[in-house]
């Protein structure tokens, strides 16, 4: 790969299958050492998307390069650039940490007189030394993660898609494998995460939002944050609840309303009711506010506020 | 906010169950209150599940008291289960059978009389947005959908306190909110919920949560108290490249924890306004020149492992 080349580039990236557009013209680019969230409902296309990246699914239309190799022409090549871990960990628990590693080193082909120093750097990353021969069901889950992950690194591939990876794991846990990712990264690496965790696409440097085949947004956590909400979110304590969310539904100016726990996340845009004006709105209809403060959109907010503009969008079309 | 009333829905002593050697609940105390949706959150292995079925009257305890909605669960498990509702992880779906015929199904289960089984199923249908979809086979619905009818299914005979054993794991953003969204117009009539979640954005949905670990309640309280107790302070460090500030600021004198995100670093601290200079300076110092420290918002997330590092070492 030579050294200006992207690590992921898709152009127009489709995939038809009989009368169904799973992905439609998608464009994807991905740098060294980048961490790139991939973030969308089910059924939007991602796993569709990495089978394409991955050289597994030949794209009906447009193109992609993965470590400089085109995914439809070269998929041998295209699959020895890459590392893929799964969301169900693809271990075999009734073998051990080491035979584990042995294994998937087969697979990947890792040279003989690497193999060793290879094995220690995949043991050491996960945290696993002393346990070398534990059976792999015996572990916690995030042990189970990080070994995956050392599985899928063995031939150093300097690409990573990551399925799902972090479903059911410890906070800390969690937390620790994103350390490790950014390691990586740190090391040029360039990776794919797929995930549905909000929470878990604030630790990429770029989210790629795709619904219905199609990219919504891409951008940093912070971007998508402050342009994709249409307006200022505010967060109201009032009662009742069901009766302010009702009555802000329908006045003007009020892009969104919605129950949050015992609260309202409630969007204001421009030329309309002001956050000052609200109290004294919601008082005249003989509601108790107790405070407005403005909030910090979760990522969770983004996508739900995008991914419905965008239906509306298409419907409309 | 809690509504006051001199009976719990929920009221839990000494709860404790043990699967041979492993102590999977342990003394467990919860009173959830009625119209509460209560949140019990932790990671996988935490007892979430073994709780949920002892309160749904599923997994006998091997200590303690459990009385749902006045009916003491233990004693009178039968009795129980007219008062409560219980949707499990995998709820129990008929894949070859439609929408309407699963819940009419589990209308007759359940003992609701035909014609309220008719006008209750039509009436939770339309709430969910499920009605258009009635004579489509549960086998051929997404995710959201099962999920929504499970819930359909498990509230067809009118329970006043549901159980939900992490009922949006694998659901989508925007049905997870359609989802809450009927969670919260069951509470405005008057359904107690207790649900489980490993999602911890999610938890910050409940009125109040209870933070297992180990089979313990280490915490209990509501979002913005269990936000505001979190020991020390949060800050967020926004810079190009968050992994130097990341390396600049680790290890330094009050610092908590500093944890890498996409494009920032979260630093925890132990006082904000000793430490912001300080570390201004550190990250000058190593020729970081853009960063931006702001104080930040916690998430529950923040919370527990900051209560968790202070009590436990890594696992196992």
Request: aromatic residues 6%; negative net charge.
């Amino acid at each position: 790969m030579s050294p200006d080349n992207p690590a992921v580039l898709a152009e127009g990236l489709t995939k038809r299958f009989s009368g169904f557009t799973a992905v439609d013209h998608l464009d994807l680019r991905i740098e060294k050492g980048e961490v790139v969230g991939f973030i969308g409902p089910n059924g939007a296309g991602k796993s569709t998307t990495i089978r394409m990246l991955c050289g597994l699914l030949r794209p009906s239309e447009g193109r992609a390069s993965v470590a400089g190799f085109d995914v439809g022409r070269q998929p041998e090549a295209v699959r020895e650039h890459i590392g893929y871990m799964s969301q169900k960990f693809s271990l075999y628990g009734d073998l051990t940490v080491r035979e584990n590693l042995r294994f998937f080193g087969g697979i990947y082909r890792v040279p003989h007189g690497d193999f060793n120093e290879r094995m220690r750097f995949a043991i050491s990353m996960a945290g696993l030394e002393g346990r070398e021969d534990a059976l792999v069901r015996t572990l916690a889950g995030g042990w189970k993660q990080r070994l995956a992950l050392g599985c899928a690194i063995l031939h150093r591939p300097p690409i990573l898609f990551l399925d799902e990876p972090t479903s059911g794991v410890e906070p800390e846990a969690r937390r620790l494998f994103w350390d490790l990712i950014h390691e990586l990264a740190a090391g040029g690496v360039a990776i794919l995460v797929s995930t549905h965790y909000m929470e878990e696409a604030e630790y990429c440097n770029r989210i790629a939002l795709i619904d219905g085949g199609r990219l919504v947004a891409m951008g940093t956590p912070s971007e998508l944050r402050q342009r994709s909400l249409g307006g200022d979110l505010f967060e109201v304590d009032c009662v009742p609840l069901g009766a302010a969310l009702k009555a802000l539904g329908s006045a003007q100016g009020v892009i969104e309303a919605a129950i949050f726990g015992d609260k309202l996340h409630v969007v204001l845009g421009q030329g309309g009711l002001s956050a000052d004006e609200l109290p004294r709105f919601l008082a005249d209809r003989d509601i108790r506010v107790g405070s407005v403060r403005p909030a910090t959109p979760s990522l969770e907010d983004v996508f739900v506020r995008l991914v419905s503009t965008t239906r509306e969008t298409r419907a409309a079309s | 906010m809690i509504t006051e009333s001199n009976e719990s829905a929920v009221a839990v002593r000494g709860l404790t169950k043990d699967f041979g050697p492993v102590r999977a609940v342990r003394n467990v105390d919860l009173a959830v209150a009625r119209g509460e949706i209560f949140g019990l959150v932790g990671p996988d292995g935490a007892g979430k599940t073994t709780i949920m079925r002892m309160l749904a009257a599923v997994l006998r305890p091997d200590a303690g008291e459990i009385v749902v909605d006045g009916v003491d669960v233990v004693a009178e498990a039968e009795r129980a289960k007219l008062h409560l509702s219980y949707m499990p992880q995998r709820f129990g779906l008929y894949e070859d059978l439609t929408i309407a015929e699963n819940i009419f199904f589990y209308g007759a289960l359940f003992g609701v009389p035909r014609g309220e089984r008719i006008a209750r199923s039509q009436e939770l249908l339309e709430a969910a947005g499920l009605l258009p979809f009635r004579r489509r086979l549960a086998g051929q619905l997404s995710g959201g959908m099962k999920q929504k009818l499970g819930l359909i299914c498990a509230l067809i005979h009118t329970p006043r306190v549901l159980l939900l054993d992490e009922p949006t794991t694998g659901v989508d953003p925007v049905s997870r909110r359609d989802f809450w969204a009927i969670l919260y117009n069951l509470r405005e009539s008057g359904v107690t919920i207790v649900l489980s979640t490993a999602y911890m954005d999610e938890a910050e949905r409940c009125s109040r949560l209870a933070l297992l670990h180990g089979g313990q309640i280490r915490r209990c309280d509501t979002p913005q108290h269990l936000k505001e107790a979190m020991p020390g302070a949060l800050l967020a460090i926004a810079a190009t490249h968050p992994r130097d500030v990341r390396d600049a600021v680790s290890g330094r004198p009050g610092v908590l924890g500093a944890l890498l995100m996409g494009d920032r670093v979260h630093v925890r601290v132990d006082d904000a306004e000793r430490r912001i200079p300080e570390l201004r300076a550190a990250i000058a110092d190593q020729g970081i020149a853009d960063a931006v420290i702001a104080p930040a918002e916690p998430g529950i997330e923040d919370v527990f492992v900051a209560l968790l590092g202070e009590e436990t070492p890594h696992e196992p």
